[in-house]
Structures are given as structure tokens and as C-alpha cells.
């Protein structure tokens, strides 16, 4: 698989499951030498060797010489086995209090199909779980194979992964390659997009499931009389995050443009997250105080109110920025401690300044037929003003989860195996 977007997956995910961790160059998954429960298929160009109990782990050797180990308690836990992982659902039924805590096998093996076969001794009677190796080595956790994030170098301004509305709609390894180009660059333009009301929602439902939100299923963005938001008016836009307001603010965004005859009107982007990489390497005071200082977000209109907090640059455990929250229409009054806030002040200022620097920034016009989709966790978008008087312009909008994004390119990757591991 390629490691950009394993490691990108990764970000996103709290199972960091790697195909075959060993780093061998299998180019096929094949056939599971035991049922995992699991619709995803395991490549593995090795095998086990040999398997052993200690008094804690069952060590797994490969057959690249490599080694694994495995705690009881977990194999255990991990049993697919249909009186531990119900058949049809898939879902764990065994818990883990009904697993003694210091739990040990009576035997390990490697079973003559290849798999591990582990059997225990439990109330009496024997239970023995079978483990296909591909599954096995997919899911190791010991040793240099281990969660840390690839240090990534990102470009400064990426290029969008450009896409045709017909082969996303029609092709379903063309959507998993958009895909995966969207997961690296961070945005897209797709082309050929209907002059329909509901296309945005078209090309979201073909992704997953629509997140509404208080905009609505799907949005309009134009210059309105009474606008709920500084985006509903024919203003400058400054960068900024969809929705920080929320808990959680939505991951993949689409504006599909209908109409932009107006004057103005251009689309801005900058990738956040490859000037928080920057602020990391070379600023770190500021890097500092944007990831460990939340700030309050707040939306209101006639019938909402909505305010929660979040860091500018959000990290992962270990440090890596995975998320931008940043937004001046909706930042509510910083509350930092006195102290604190001439520096919280001087860090936002540099952000802005770098995230508008022309090193960072992305303009584009959009045409009718359309469609802006990114990641509005890590690319900031905003727009030029335009002047209503000289034309019409009209985006539609929705959002979706990245989790949806996740999802799809899981499916389509279970359904054409031979695309995951190229
Ligand atoms: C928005 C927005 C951009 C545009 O609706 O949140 O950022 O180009 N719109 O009007
Ligand atoms: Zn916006």
C-alpha cells in the first residue's frame, strides 16, 4: 500500500492496521487460512514458522526470520470464533472480565493450513481459536513496526486531484482513486458536476452518509438579504474551518458552484496543516501555543446557540498536527488567562499571516460545473468579495464526516483487492 495514505489512514483512524507490517512487497492478498469475521482481505507473503507460549505472550516466528509477540489475554480477546465475535454482525461478544486476567494457553501450534491455532483450557473444557496468519501480522504490535506517524513533507500549495462527475457517478475504481488523491492532496476539483439542485448531496451520497448541520442537509451560499453567516453575504472571506463551532466540525466539504458571473468571487485555500508543519520545525513557541490553548467558538442565530472549544492546531498522540479549527467569523471573545493572552494574540496573528502568505495560498475562480471538495479539517478556504450588481453567483454546499471517506475507500478496496496493494 502506499505509505502516504496508509499513513494518512492512520491519522484518521485509532486501529492503525498495516498490511503486512513486515514492509515485504506483497502485491496480492491472499486466501485467509481462518475466519476473522472480517470482510477485509489480508495480504501476507510469509508465514508462520514456528509458534511458542511464555508465561505472558505466544512468540509468532515468520518465515522472513522476523518475530512477533502476542499477549494471551489478547489472542484471546481477538478470538473469531462465533461464541466470541457473533458470525453475521461481526461484533465482539466475548468481554474482557469474562477472560481470566492472567489467562494462559494450554497448547500453541501452527495449524497444517498455516494459521495459528491456540487452545485454551477454560471451565473445564477445551476452546481452541484458530488465527489466519495475514490477519495476525496485519495486526502486530510489537516491536519497529510500530504507531509512530511517517514524518511527511507536504507541499506548500498541493494540487488539487482533479476528477470527472461522470466517472466518480459511473466508475467505481475511478472514485477510489479520486479518492485516494483527495486523502493526499487534501483538495479536489471534479468537473462535469450537473447544473442541478442536489448534485453537492449527489456526489456526497455516492462518498456516504450527508451530515446535516445547523446550515441545514445542504446549503446555499449566496448574497442574502437576512444572512445567518458572514459566507451568506457578498463579503470578503477570510480562511477559515467549516464549523468549529461544533464538537466535532464535519471533514470533507463540497461546494458545487452553479452560478459566478459575479466579479470577484475567487476561491481562496491554504493547507493548514502544512503551515502548522512549518510553525512545528521552525516556530515552536508559536507551534506551542497554538496546540495547547483552546478557544471558544461560537455560532448563534434565532433558534441556535452553539459554543465549544478547540485547539488552532489540534495533534495527534503523538504530537503530529492532524486538524485546524480556525475560523474569525465565528471565534467568540479569546478568555485566556492575562498572562497568557498578549502571546496567544501575537501566535493567531502569525498564523493568519502565514496561512494568507503567498507561499501558502491557493486562488482559483470556480466555473460553473464545478465542484470545490476538501478536507475541512486541514485545507482553510474562504473568497474574495465579489459585487452581486455584476452577475449572479451560487454555491451549493454539504458535508461529510472523513470517516465516510474512510469507509468507501474500505469497501472499494475489499471489492477490487488488486488496486489496494499496488
Ligand atoms: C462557506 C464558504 C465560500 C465561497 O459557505 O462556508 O466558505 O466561496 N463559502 O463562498
Ligand atoms: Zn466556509
Redesign the pocket.
Known sequence: MNIAIQSLIDRHTTQKVTQCGGGCRCTKPKNPNADMADLRMYNCCVSITSAQTTDDVVVVKWSDGTTDQFHHGWLRENDPSPASRHPISRERIVKPLSIPAFIRPKSVCVHSNGALSVTWSEHNSNHTSLFDAGWLRAHSYCGSKSTQTPNQTRPDRPSPAIAVWHDLLSSQDALRNWLDSYLLSGWSIVVGVPHEDGAAVKLGQRIGTVRSSNFGFS?D?KSKAEPI?N??TSGF?PL?T?LPHYQMPPGLQI?HCLQNEAEG?E?LLADGLAVADLLAREEPETFRILTNTTVPYRFQDADSDYITRHPIIECDETGHPVYINWSNSTIAPLDTPFDAMPALRAAIRRFVTLIESPRFLIERK?RPGEALVFDNRRML???TAFQPETGA?H?Q?CYLDTSEVLSRREVLTRRNSDLAFA
Open positions: 446549503f451560499v453567516s459566507a451568506y472571506l477559515h467549516d461546494l468571487g476561491s470556480l478556504h474562504g473568497r453567483r454555491l454546499g
